[in-house]
């Protein structure tokens, strides 16, 4: 079974700086997707960032990027220019392409954006 | 248009009611899903339709009871629900997944507050 794993559950950043979200993952399969989701206050999940297994370049969405280390099983999310907005709980999910469909998150980092 | 909508926004029923949660999307998606989340959790999958086919369901209990109507339409019935399954209740849609194609990123619905009395 696959597990995903989010040692952070929650951080702080200051306007405009920059913070790096940790997510790392349990896997046999050498085929799958990962994703960065956003769930701010009483809204809705949104996709931030998706990166394919078989893709060596990280994947870059204006100001999130990660950091996918393959090897490591590791996927983290950087957030650069942090925003008032961007304060929400990120949820680092991971799909098998074998079992497309079910995906599974981790259990959230909550990120607060300090003015 | 990228929306899943959902009906009702927040719905307080007691542990005899019967009622139905809805969901929509018109991005000509063909894979439709409910997921559970309690405060402060990440969403528990519970069904995963393709292609108005249950493909997935995740030993979810009898009184939660899915319909896919069409391939725009998600329902989720339940019925003699009991205190613990208060929690949100999240519809998602993604392309599908059968053929080997796509991005399958799944799109969330804003969900439904259930409150079990």
């Known amino acids: 079974a696959q597990t995903v794993t989010q040692s952070q559950p929650e951080m702080s950043v200051q306007e405009a700086e920059t913070v790096t979200l940790s997510c790392t993952y349990d896997?046999?399969?050498?085929?799958?997707?990962l994703f960065w989701y956003k769930q701010p206050p009483s809204r809705q999940m949104i996709l931030v960032i998706r990166?394919?297994?078989?893709?060596?370049q990280n994947a870059t969405e204006n100001r999130f990027s990660v950091n996918f280390q393959k090897a490591a099983k590791s996927f983290s999310l950087k957030i650069s220019d942090s925003q008032l907005g961007d304060t929400a709980m990120y949820f680092c999910?991971?799909?098998?392409?074998?079992?497309?469909?079910?995906?599974?998150f981790g259990a959230g980092t909550r990120l607060t954006v300090k003015p | 248009d990228t929306e899943v909508t959902q009906t009702p926004k927040h719905l307080v029923m007691g542990m005899t009611n019967k009622k139905s949660l809805k969901c929509e999307q018109h991005?000509?998606?063909?894979?439709m899903y409910w997921y559970k989340q309690k405060a402060k959790k990440p969403p528990e999958l519970m069904f995963v339709?393709?292609?108005?086919?249950?493909?997935i369901n995740e030993s979810v209990p009898s009184r939660f009871s899915p319909e896919c109507p069409n391939s725009s339409l998600l329902n989720l019935h339940l019925h003699a629900l009991q205190p613990e399954d208060s929690a949100l209740y999240l519809c998602?849609?993604?392309?599908?997944?059968?053929f080997g194609t796509g991005t399958y990123e799944q799109y969330f619905g804003p969900g439904t507050r259930l409150t079990v009395t």
């Open positions: 998602a849609s993604s392309q599908d997944f059968r």
């Open positions: 896997t046999s399969e050498s085929n799958y997707y």
């Open positions: 990166q394919e297994a078989y893709k060596q």
């Open positions: 999910a991971f799909m098998n392409l074998g079992a497309l469909g079910d995906m599974r």
């Open positions: 991005m000509g998606h063909r894979a």
């Open positions: 339709y393709s292609y108005e086919k249950l493909s």
